[in-house]
């Protein structure tokens, strides 16, 4: 069974900070694909990344970094000099063989 | 715009109720999937559709059921509704079924109020 743990339920900082927000999951299958969604308070789900199983290169987008560790079965997502527009519930999720699996999401506040 | 349409936007309706959500997938797409969200919580996989054919199942209920139709487009019929139903429905789609390394692209959701 595929499986996605988003430990950290909300995260608070003050715009400029960098933060973390932690994403490990569970699966039985060889090939996958990881990704991160953000969910801002308008409701929609805006896709991130896409990352899959054999390719455990980080990646950088401008103030967006993700850390793909294959050895601990985690996806973390770090937002660099963080702003008041990152507020939002971020979801990370695992696709396998079948459906795309959500972890409960974390909702990270940034305070100005 | 991802490229999904989700109708109705807003839906307010009554227990014992029954009410059917539409999803019209991007141009091209071939799978979509049903997914809840209910208030503070995470997405809950309801069913995905490849090609109008069930491909996978989740936590859906017995008076929830789905379809996919010719043209792709699919609709979410939520029968018996209770109060817990409440909650906001996404459509999302992609090109390909199982085993694809697609993303998926969301609607903006079906809100859907019991009162």
């Known amino acids: 069974a595929q499986k996605v743990t988003q430990a950290q339920t909300e995260i608070s900082v003050v715009e400029k900070e960098d933060v973390t927000l932690d994403c490990v999951y569970e699966?039985?299958?060889?090939?996958?694909?990881l990704f991160w969604y953000k969910q801002p308070p308008s409701g929609e789900l805006v896709f991130l990344i896409r990352?899959?199983?054999?390719?455990?290169q980080n990646e950088i987008s401008g103030r967006y970094s993700w850390n793909f560790q294959k050895s601990t079965s985690s996806f973390n997502f770090t937002i660099t000099a963080s702003q008041v527009v990152d507020s939002a519930v971020y979801f990370c999720?695992?696709?396998?063989?079948?459906?795309?699996?959500f972890g409960a999401g974390t909702r990270l506040t940034v305070k100005p | 715009d991802s490229g999904v349409t989700q109708t109705p936007k807003h839906l307010i309706t009554a227990t014992g109720q029954r009410v059917t959500l539409r999803c019209s997938p991007r141009?091209?797409?071939?799978?979509v999937y049903w997914y809840q969200q209910s208030l503070d919580q995470g997405l809950q996989f309801l069913i995905q559709?490849?090609?109008?054919?069930?491909?996978a199942k989740g936590n859906i209920l017995e008076r929830f059921s789905a379809q996919q139709f010719p043209d792709l487009h699919s609709e979410l019929n939520l029968s018996s509704l209770e109060l817990g139903d409440s909650a906001l429905y996404f459509c999302?789609?992609?090109?390909?079924?199982?085993?694809?390394?697609?993303?998926?692209?969301f609607g903006e959701g079906s809100r859907l109020t019991v009162l």
């Open positions: 999302a789609s992609s090109l390909g079924g199982a085993g694809t390394t697609g993303e998926l692209f």
């Open positions: 699966t039985r299958d060889t090939t996958y694909y």
């Open positions: 990352r899959n199983s054999f390719d455990e």
């Open positions: 999720a695992l696709r396998g063989n079948n459906d795309m699996r």
């Open positions: 141009s091209g797409d071939l799978s």
């Open positions: 559709y490849y090609n109008g054919e069930e491909r």
